[in-house]
């Protein structure tokens, strides 16, 4: 899955053990938490932008997730992504593989103020030609730190990083994101982020936007995550983001 480069406002949650909050999908902006240890997460997921008429993103995506050490997490998505121009064929194929290795090196004090923060590097690569197609065939590397701290109800979070991008138009970017969820019942939670990078590729503005989304708990393992906004690039050019999940945790 890949992190928009957008100033964006999102309300959602991940899927967690009820009464216990953390951020992730659907949110751009990540969560330091990393998987337990022998345990699995695992998203059955969709998202893209619709710009103008056209349409690009992943049909179907399978995220996981699993707690390889102590915190420790190591992850993988493989999607399958399409492009839809609004005059041309639509083309579908394997897109970019993502491989990322969550790691916690400060734990959060619960009767203090001391957050958990996280470094989580993370490669996205063309997988075979259907991804080179669907992609821009250079390897991209993301280098952020996560913070998250929980309040009650209340879980503010934030980080961001530096991004490498050595494609034929690429530039190297810097993320930034912060938020907050709430925990609205036993079963539903909700929350805000915002978001901001720095343009990747020559000739073009950085990004802004809005999603708004929830996660809903049919019960301890299984949970539906979802979001959805409009977002721009400077205020120029409009376009509409979505995010849909079926998680399984374990």
Known sequence: MSIGARLVLALALTAVPMGVA????????????????????????????VDSGSKAGTALGLEINYGALPDVQ????????????SRAR????????????????IEEDES??????????????????????LGDSATHIFLPLWTQKSLG???????????VNPGPEGRNS????????????????????????????????????LNIGAIYDLN??????GSAGPSSDCCKTAEFSYYLAFEWAN
Request: aromatic share 14%.
């Open 22 to 49: 953390k951020a992730g999908p659907p949110f751009n902006t990540d969560d330091p938490d990393p998987t337990d240890y022998r345990k699995f997460e695992i998203y059955l997921y969709s998202q893209g932008t």
């Open 74 to 85: 190591i992850s993988v998505a493989l999607p399958a992504g399409f492009t839809a121009p």
């Open 90 to 105: 639509a083309t579908l194929g394997i897109s970019d593989v993502e491989l990322g290795v969550k790691y916690r090196f």
């Open 112 to 133: 203090g103020w001391r957050p958990q923060v996280s470094f989580y590097p993370a490669l996205e690569a063309p997988l075979g030609k259907s991804g080179k197609a």
């Open 153 to 163: 109800l209340w879980t503010p979070f934030g980080g961001g990083g530096y991004r």
């Open 174 to 209: 810097w993320f930034m994101g912060v938020g907050i969820l709430r925990r609205i019942s036993d079963r539903l939670q909700l929350g805000a982020e915002v978001f901001h990078e720095s343009s990747e590729v020559q000739g073009e503005e950085a990004k802004a936007g």
């Open 220 to 225: 301890s393992r299984f949970h539906i995550v």
